[in-house]
């Protein structure tokens, strides 16, 4: 139980004691039902360089700022790094993952590819039936979001293509000798997870990437299966990060 001055420094408290008072309110409130809230002193978390870039994004919703962040330093690392290609984004939705990873890598030369149908998610298959307590199924159109609405989004860079249509037909519009040094797939089901993996692999960089976002989503089993078996059957390694989201990295 939490001691009496923790609801007066939550209420009468200066700025920084009422953030870390209600900070241990709430994280006790959360560990009673078993679920877990970022520390108050996470330096993503507190003004600086990426807190710029999502007051730049405004309240948009989109993937949560936890994944945001991995992404936007994932990019960041990229182009320290050098990582030559272009970058792609397969499930657009709202732009919030193609913001922050064109912010992180400041590149404005550098070919950013959108595939998205634009019409929300495809019929799901038998390997996408959820089967977790803490999450629903799927049904074809579910995320549909107008393309109108994303370009608008997004209207502050240059070197975005769009690719309208449904995965993996629109991988054909790509010239074949295109290379990739990160793809961010954020498709939900099954069978376009796995096509972005078998089409993008070959073409990733030395050092390249792909980032999926549904990994560690009990609402997304067939993205995880598909994840699976395409690591399992190249003896690839996979990285797995609390955010949910995996990383595949070519050597």
């Excluded at 007066?8 to 560990?31: P, T, Y």
């Excluded at 449904?166 to 796995?194: G, K, M």
């Excluded at 009990?218 to 993205?223: D, E, M, V």
């Amino acid at each position: 139980m939490l001691k009496p001055r923790n609801f007066l420094k939550r209420h009468f408290g200066s700025g920084a004691v009422q953030r870390r008072a209600w900070h241990r309110f709430i994280d006790r409130k959360a560990d009673q039902h078993g679920l877990h809230v970022y520390r108050s002193h996470l330096a993503w978390q507190l003004p600086g360089e990426f807190q710029n870039v999502v007051a730049d994004w405004g309240d948009v919703p989109g993937i949560p700022l936890d994944r945001c962040f991995f992404i936007w330093s994932t990019a960041r690392y990229l182009r320290a790094r050098g990582v030559v290609g272009e970058t792609a984004d397969c499930g657009v939705r709202f732009g919030k993952s193609t913001h922050f990873l064109l912010r992180g890598l400041a590149d404005p030369e550098r070919a950013h590819h959108l595939f998205d149908s634009f019409e929300g998610l495809s019929k799901p298959g038998e390997a996408d039936r959820v089967t977790s307590e803490f999450a629903g199924d799927w049904e074809q159109g579910d995320l549909a979001v107008s393309e109108e609405v994303t370009r608008g989004h997004l209207r502050a860079f240059s070197n975005c293509t769009f690719h309208r249509g449904w995965i993996p037909d629109t991988f054909a519009e790509l010239p074949s000798a295109t290379h990739f040094a990160f793809v961010h797939v954020d498709v939900d089901l099954y069978e376009p997870t796995l096509a972005c993996y078998e089409f993008f692999w070959n073409r990733l960089s030395p050092g390249g990437m792909i980032v999926n976002d549904d990994y560690g989503l009990t609402s997304c089993p067939g993205a995880t299966r598909a994840v699976d078996e395409f690591v399992a059957a190249r003896r690839e390694a996979l990285l797995e990060v609390p955010t949910s989201q995996a990383v595949l990295i070519k050597r």
